[in-house]
Protein backbone atom coordinates (compact mmCIF):
# COMPACT_ATOMS: atom_id res chain seq x y z
CA UNK A 1 0.00 0.00 0.00
CA UNK A 2 3.09 2.40 -0.68
CA UNK A 3 0.81 4.21 -3.23
CA UNK A 4 -3.05 4.08 -2.47
CA UNK A 5 -5.78 5.50 -4.06
CA UNK A 6 -8.67 6.21 -2.22
CA UNK A 7 -12.24 6.11 -4.51
CA UNK A 8 -15.14 7.30 -2.50
CA UNK A 9 -18.27 9.09 -3.70
CA UNK A 10 -18.19 11.93 -1.41
CA UNK A 11 -14.46 13.66 -0.53
CA UNK A 12 -15.79 15.95 1.81
CA UNK A 13 -17.10 13.22 4.41
CA UNK A 14 -15.69 13.30 7.71
CA UNK A 15 -14.82 9.92 7.57
CA UNK A 16 -12.77 10.31 4.47
CA UNK A 17 -11.06 13.50 5.37
CA UNK A 18 -9.86 11.91 8.64
CA UNK A 19 -8.31 8.65 6.59
CA UNK A 20 -6.56 10.53 4.28
CA UNK A 21 -4.86 12.82 7.05
CA UNK A 22 -4.24 9.09 8.93
CA UNK A 23 -2.74 7.38 6.23
CA UNK A 24 -0.74 10.62 5.30
CA UNK A 25 0.59 10.69 8.90
CA UNK A 26 1.81 7.27 8.45
CA UNK A 27 3.90 7.75 5.50
CA UNK A 28 1.26 6.27 2.64
CA UNK A 29 1.36 8.38 -0.58
CA UNK A 30 -1.99 9.19 -1.65
CA UNK A 31 -1.94 9.19 -5.51
CA UNK A 32 -4.66 11.17 -7.68
CA UNK A 33 -5.95 8.66 -9.43
CA UNK A 34 -5.69 4.40 -9.44
CA UNK A 35 -4.28 3.82 -12.67
CA UNK A 36 -1.17 5.46 -10.69
CA UNK A 37 -1.38 3.35 -7.28
CA UNK A 38 -0.19 0.12 -6.02
CA UNK A 39 -3.44 -0.33 -4.08
CA UNK A 40 -7.20 1.02 -3.92
CA UNK A 41 -8.63 1.89 -0.57
CA UNK A 42 -12.61 1.97 -1.76
CA UNK A 43 -14.93 3.23 0.37
CA UNK A 44 -18.36 1.79 -0.18
CA UNK A 45 -20.54 3.33 2.25
CA UNK A 46 -19.58 6.38 4.12
CA UNK A 47 -23.29 7.51 6.51
CA UNK A 48 -23.91 9.03 9.79
CA UNK A 49 -26.84 10.00 11.26
CA UNK A 50 -28.78 9.68 14.73
CA UNK A 51 -31.80 8.38 16.09
CA UNK A 52 -33.98 8.67 19.19
CA UNK A 53 -33.20 6.07 22.12
CA UNK A 54 -36.03 7.70 24.99
CA UNK A 55 -38.43 10.05 25.52
CA UNK A 56 -40.28 11.97 28.45
CA UNK A 57 -43.77 11.48 29.27
CA UNK A 58 -44.58 14.72 27.26
CA UNK A 59 -43.13 12.77 24.39
CA UNK A 60 -40.42 15.07 24.10
CA UNK A 61 -36.83 13.32 23.06
CA UNK A 62 -34.69 13.04 25.91
CA UNK A 63 -31.60 11.20 24.99
CA UNK A 64 -30.41 10.09 21.23
CA UNK A 65 -27.54 8.28 19.74
CA UNK A 66 -25.52 9.07 17.50
CA UNK A 67 -24.27 6.65 15.15
CA UNK A 68 -21.59 6.13 11.81
CA UNK A 69 -21.15 3.19 9.48
CA UNK A 70 -18.84 3.07 6.82
CA UNK A 71 -17.74 -0.20 4.41
CA UNK A 72 -14.41 -0.51 2.46
CA UNK A 73 -12.18 -3.20 0.83
CA UNK A 74 -8.78 -2.85 -0.63
CA UNK A 75 -7.90 -3.73 -3.75
CA UNK A 76 -4.00 -4.34 -4.86
CA UNK A 77 -3.42 -4.22 -8.56
CA UNK A 78 -5.31 -7.27 -10.03
CA UNK A 79 -6.43 -8.81 -6.50
CA UNK A 80 -8.88 -8.29 -3.92
CA UNK A 81 -6.63 -7.78 -0.58
CA UNK A 82 -9.29 -7.13 2.05
CA UNK A 83 -13.19 -8.43 1.34
CA UNK A 84 -15.72 -5.04 1.79
CA UNK A 85 -15.78 -4.83 5.62
CA UNK A 86 -18.71 -3.05 7.02
CA UNK A 87 -18.29 -0.98 10.76
CA UNK A 88 -20.96 0.73 12.85
CA UNK A 89 -20.01 2.48 15.60
CA UNK A 90 -22.50 4.26 18.51
CA UNK A 91 -22.35 6.69 21.12
CA UNK A 92 -25.65 8.15 22.96
CA UNK A 93 -26.29 11.32 24.74
CA UNK A 94 -29.16 13.03 27.03
CA UNK A 95 -30.81 16.25 25.06
CA UNK A 96 -32.06 19.46 26.95
CA UNK A 97 -34.22 21.11 24.80
CA UNK A 98 -32.84 24.21 26.49
CA UNK A 99 -29.44 23.82 25.98
CA UNK A 100 -29.72 23.46 22.15
CA UNK A 101 -27.20 25.21 21.05
CA UNK A 102 -24.47 23.04 23.67
CA UNK A 103 -26.05 19.56 22.63
CA UNK A 104 -25.29 20.49 18.90
CA UNK A 105 -22.02 20.59 19.59
CA UNK A 106 -22.07 17.54 22.31
CA UNK A 107 -23.12 15.97 18.81
CA UNK A 108 -20.35 17.35 16.98
CA UNK A 109 -17.94 16.04 18.87
CA UNK A 110 -18.93 12.55 19.21
CA UNK A 111 -19.14 12.43 15.54
CA UNK A 112 -15.91 13.54 15.52
CA UNK A 113 -15.08 10.96 17.99
CA UNK A 114 -16.82 8.14 16.11
CA UNK A 115 -14.99 8.82 13.03
CA UNK A 116 -11.41 8.69 14.82
CA UNK A 117 -12.44 5.97 16.52
CA UNK A 118 -13.36 4.15 13.09
CA UNK A 119 -10.23 5.82 11.49
CA UNK A 120 -7.97 3.73 13.72
CA UNK A 121 -10.05 0.35 13.70
CA UNK A 122 -9.11 0.66 9.66
CA UNK A 123 -5.71 1.44 9.76
CA UNK A 124 -5.31 -1.46 12.32
CA UNK A 125 -6.92 -3.60 9.90
CA UNK A 126 -4.89 -2.39 7.19
CA UNK A 127 -1.60 -2.59 9.11
CA UNK A 128 -2.56 -7.07 8.86
CA UNK A 129 -2.51 -6.86 5.48
Same mark, same amino acid.
Given at each position: ????Y??TG? /? ?12 M???V??VD ?6 A ?13 L???? /?N *? ?6 F?? =????I ?5 R ?9 T??Y ?13 E ?6 I???? *? /??V?? /? =????
Amino acid at each position: MARTYIATGD /RHSLFYRELRKALMAADVELVDNAADSTATLSILYDETDQRVLSVSA /RN *VPTEYEVFYT =IEYAIDGGTSRLLEPQSLTLTRDYTYDSTLVLGKAREEQLLREAIVKDL *V /RIVLK /R =ISTL
